[in-house]
């Protein structure tokens, strides 16, 4: 089941429905935006089985302009999404759905498409994939943080940021030495 209270953290089992209300999300801004499949992209803790994940779909946008931005951020708001603008704390430009008030189902970030913040994305949820005990490490730090600050997202959130830079940059250099 989607649906997380703004700023609040609950963490949740993967469920593999997630992927079928990904594709069919993608499906729709995909059909409303003309983007190919591979600039619509599942990411974040929903989008690897076996991690605990706050429920709420992640999806990475590929922009290739500022323009597209723009008019992506109008469709996809056509569509029922919230446009939350290029808020603090966010990569590039946030859309929100909501099941009820204040009640988040899914967030769609517009990033450039090929940028660091889109490789970002993609790099982590890879590695995140390919390594069993980096998903145990991830998992043992959100109960962690999900302890410390389940009322406060942003803190839980700033306390995830050093990790998933460490894990990106080690991928990163990995994928250098190949």
Partial sequence: MLGLRRGTVTLAEFDPQWRQVFDEHAAAIRARTGLPEARVQHVGSTSVEGVLAKPILDVAIGAETPEEIERFAFDLVELGYIDRGFGEGSNGRLLVMEAAPEVRIIHVHIVEYESPDWGDYVVFRDALRSNPALRDEYIAL?????????????????????????VIASARAESQDR
């Fill in 142 to 166: 959100k109960h962690t943080l999900v302890e410390r600050f389940g009322h406060e997202r942003r803190s839980y959130t700033n306390g995830k940021a050093p990790f998933i830079r460490e």
